[in-house]
């Protein structure tokens, strides 16, 4: 398999790179998260290693930035941030799997080659669906009931994200970090203007709504 290593700590990086080359593999490797995110989306990786604390971009955000651009590559995530809260967070944002610092080599390599294979085995889905509602990730068009809605695109990467989450509550906290890449609350009414104007579009004319408020935790797509 072909790797991408994003790792700051140069000595770590290299004991890595050359670990992962005795094990078979081919090691790439960036020592910034803006040189990391910038290999991945050449999307030619069978498996991305990324360290949780980066300069200039950080891991999560580089996940963020690649699933946004719908490339699927799995991603192991390495921090010394290990706790349930902080797995929680990278495995929202996007991560695969999530090994915390420090961590055995052969369980390193045992996660690589398994999230490798898992994804050579699996063909990436290129359409959502949720009730009468389909996206289409490639041509990024949207239907329900097989009429076409027209979004823009911050309303297009909303509704992906609450379909990819059918059936479970999206808090607001969520929208902010994986829509619009906030990690803290600004104050404002973004959400509530776009869920509105979203809610107009793929509700209008139909019976019964698909985008749903639930009171004091969120918002939810009906998936069936």
């Known amino acids: 398999m072909r790797i991408l290593v994003i790792e700051d700590d140069r000595e770590a990086a290299s004991w890595l790179v050359k670990g992962l080359a005795e094990a078979g593999h081919v090691a790439d490797h960036a020592a910034d ?7 991945a989306l050449e999307a030619v990786h069978d498996v991305l290693i990324v360290d949780r604390m980066l300069p200039r971009i950080d891991g999560l955000t580089i996940i963020r930035k690649l699933r946004e651009h719908n490339i699927q590559t799995p991603v192991l995530i390495l921090s010394a941030l290990a706790d349930v809260d902080e797995r ?13 610092k420090p961590y055995a080599f052969a369980e390193l390599i045992a996660r690589v080659e398994n999230l ?14 949720a009730a009468d509602l389909e996206i289409d990730l490639l041509t990024r068009t949207v239907t329900r009931a097989g009429k076409p809605i027209l979004l823009q695109p911050r309303e297009f990467k909303l509704l992906e994200y609450l379909v990819r989450n059918a059936g479970h509550i999206v808090t607001r906290t969520m929208l902010l970090e994986n829509v ?5 609350d600004p104050q404002t009414n973004v ?10 579009k793929i509700d ?13 935790a969120g918002y939810m797509i009906r998936d069936k």
Request: no cysteine; glycine share 16%; charged share 30%.
């Open 116 to 129: 490798g294979h898992r994804a050579k085995e699996a063909p990436q889905a290129t359409r959502l669906k």
């Open 204 to 216: 209008k004319g139909h019976d019964e709504p698909i985008l749903q408020t639930v009171r004091g």
């Open 180 to 184: 619009w890449d906030y990690h803290f």
């Open 33 to 39: 998260g803006e040189e990391g995110l910038g290999l």
């Open 88 to 100: 929680v967070k990278g495995l929202r944002a996007g991560g695969d799997d999530y090994l915390g």
């Open 191 to 200: 959400i509530d203007v776009h869920i509105s104007r979203l809610r107009a």
